[in-house]
């Protein structure tokens, strides 16, 4: 689905979280809140953010505190109608375009983290892992998302570099697992919640 959205010019929310640099719980709340008219539209209950709409999330989470309610449905308005650079009401004035450019910088990260993942059947039981290697994506942005450093990893995939765990924590944000986590650590590769508890010592 990721990919046809994209063409369509589409993104899931959390797609759209990622590139805004938004909580996808506040993603979900500016989209509740009515703030996206006409920019969102809901496929067998994804949500789809389309057009202006993730810029338009950006500025909502930005200028949530600094905007009153009033004027911020103004501008989100402008912006979901229009190309505008700058949006002025009053006394207020916000920069939209620099706002844009921190969105297109969120997009080349997540196209990034997807040319960086692999996904086929014939690898791991298909299961998304970075390009080249058996090291899997959301294993290792599990690890680092519970503080483990690269050393750490690296015992354990020796390949592993600080741009692949980056990259690998940016896909599975936007892409998360389906089903119940593991739970991993570097200092034992213990599974936890299948029906057998693999553990692997590492070498000391």
Known sequence: MTVATRRHGTWTANEAG?????????????????????????????????????????????TRSTLTPVVRERMLTSILRSNIRVFRDDSVTVDVAAMEREVDAGRAALERARNAVTVDDRIMAGIPCLSGTRIPVHE????????????????????????????????????????????????????????????IRLPT
């Not at 805004?20 to 789809?48: C, E, M």
Request: overall charge positive.
């Open 18 to 62: 990622v590139v805004a640099g938004v909580p996808l719980k506040s993603v979900h709340k500016i989209i509740d809140a009515g703030l996206l008219a006409g920019a969102v539209v809901t496929t067998g209950g994804t949500r789809l953010i389309g057009g202006r709409g993730v810029l338009a999330i950006k500025l909502a989470h930005r």
């Open 140 to 199: 290792v942005a599990a690890l680092a998302a519970s503080g483990e450093s690269l050393e750490q990893m690296k015992r354990v995939w020796p390949a592993l570099t600080a741009e692949f765990v980056g990259l690998a924590s940016v896909y599975a944000e936007a892409y998360p697992r389906r089903g119940r986590p593991a739970r991993l650590s570097t200092r034992g590769l213990t599974k936890v919640g299948a029906t057998k508890r693999l553990k």
